[in-house]
């Protein structure tokens, strides 16, 4: 993707800059030693993306692209991976969403898996393990636009019990080797791929 000039984007505020810099902080903070090629393709074109565009590339305001956040949620047993069936897209999911202008990425995934399942959980990674450019086909109101993914890990509590959301069909624990046949993605498929948390902070196995 392009990035615009400044006539495009317009001007934001220092506050508006000060999230976009702790945004960047968050990309920067993932260990690329543990990011396969296409996870560093990705995020090579999110931190230029964003660096490019400034604050506006974590709102909706730019309209043929946007930073997001998503989280996989992982059960306490590291058996099975909750996921949703999202209402717009028809496909089976991570939870994530907009950042709306909030540079903490983290917090973003961690709101919007909240906001999702209804659980929260006892441990989400310190840093992005992973990233995705995927393209959001256009609907009324909306042109077709990019989403810039910037991805997380998460454990939920055990004996969580999920709530499904207004923006889902309905939602499934998973076990791993069930996924793919839910029809993921292959971004989706990648995440899954890095296997559970083995963080000792996230809780016995």
């Given at each position: 993707?392009?990035?615009?000039?400044?006539?495009?984007?317009?001007?934001?505020?220092?506050?508006?800059?000060?999230?976009?810099?702790?945004?960047?902080?968050?990309?920067?903070?993932?260990?690329?030693?543990?990011?396969?090629?296409?996870?560093?393709?990705?995020?090579?074109?999110?931190?230029?993306?964003?660096?490019?565009r400034g604050a506006i590339a974590l709102t909706r305001a730019s309209l043929d692209g946007?930073?997001?956040?998503?989280?996989?949620?992982?059960?306490?047993?590291?058996?099975?991976?909750?996921?949703?069936?999202?209402?717009?897209?028809?496909?089976?999911?991570?939870?994530?969403?907009?950042?709306?202008?909030?540079?903490?990425?983290?917090?973003?995934?961690?709101?919007?898996?909240?906001?999702?399942?209804?659980?929260?959980?006892?441990?989400?990674?310190?840093?992005?393990?992973?990233?995705?450019?995927?393209?959001?086909?256009?609907?009324?109101?909306?042109?077709?636009?990019?989403?810039?993914?910037?991805?997380?890990?998460?454990?939920?509590?055990?004996?969580?019990?999920?709530?499904?959301?207004?923006?889902?069909?309905?939602?499934?624990?998973?076990?791993?080797?069930?996924?793919?046949?839910?029809?993921?993605?292959?971004?989706?498929?990648?995440?899954?791929?890095?296997?559970?948390?083995?963080?000792?902070?996230?809780?016995?196995?």
């Amino acid at each position: 993707m392009d990035a615009p000039g400044p006539s495009t984007v317009g001007r934001a505020s220092a506050h508006d800059e000060g999230e976009a810099l702790r945004a960047l902080d968050a990309i920067d903070g993932a260990d690329a030693r543990s990011l396969g090629p296409e996870a560093l393709r990705h995020r090579a074109a999110i931190r230029a993306f964003l660096a490019a565009r400034g604050a506006i590339a974590l709102t909706r305001a730019s309209l043929d692209g946007h930073l997001t956040a998503s989280c996989l949620l992982w059960s306490a047993a590291r058996d099975a991976v909750l996921l949703h069936h999202h209402k717009k897209l028809d496909l089976w999911l991570q939870f994530g969403g907009h950042c709306d202008g909030e540079g903490d990425l983290g917090a973003v995934a961690l709101r919007e898996t909240i906001e999702e399942s209804g659980i929260e959980p006892i441990w989400i990674s310190p840093a992005p393990v992973d990233f995705d450019v995927h393209g959001i086909p256009a609907r009324p109101g909306e042109p077709a636009h990019d989403h810039l993914d910037v991805r997380y890990l998460a454990v939920a509590p055990p004996g969580a019990a999920f709530v499904t959301s207004d923006e889902s069909h309905a939602l499934a624990w998973v076990p791993p080797d069930e996924v793919e046949a839910r029809g993921a993605d292959a971004s989706l498929l990648r995440l899954l791929g890095l296997g559970p948390p083995a963080d000792p902070s996230a809780g016995p196995r």
